[in-house]
Nanobody
Framework: QVRLVESGGGLVQAGGSLRLSCVASGFDFSTTGMAWYRQKPGKQREFLAL???????DYGDSVKDRFTISRDNAKSTVYLQMDSLQPEDTAVYYCQSLGGIAYWGRGTQVTVSS
């Protein structure tokens, strides 16, 4: 059974940082690309970043210079380091596995106060 569990969200002031984690189980993590998305109230889910199995990365334009995705295959975990957070980054953040079937976690709330 595939399971993705996000953590690390919370309340932070503008200009602050957070690191999100997503622990995966139920599939071969080391050979699977992973991605982070977010969803703001009333908006569609937005692509943020992906990392492939050889640690190549790609980023959405809105976060390219502020967020960093990484992975630790020994821990079956993908991370999203978020710096210079702004109120517009407030959203629920989700991780996704990029195998034959795309699985999602339940998300973690990030709230940035001004």
């Amino acid at each position: 059974q595939v399971r993705l569990v996000e953590s690390g969200g919370g309340l932070v002031q503008a200009g602050g940082s957070l690191r999100l984690s997503c622990v995966a189980s139920g599939f071969d993590f080391s050979t699977t690309g992973m991605a982070w998305y977010r969803q703001k109230p009333g908006k569609q889910r937005e692509f943020l970043a992906l990392i492939n199995r050889v640690e190549g990365t790609d980023y959405g334009d809105s976060v390219k210079d502020r967020f960093t995705i990484s992975r630790d295959n020994a821990k079956s975990t993908v991370y999203l380091q978020m710096d210079s957070l702004q109120p517009e980054d407030t959203a629920v953040y989700y991780c996704q596995s990029l195998g034959g079937i795309a699985y999602w976690g339940r998300g973690t709330q990030v709230t940035v106060s001004s």
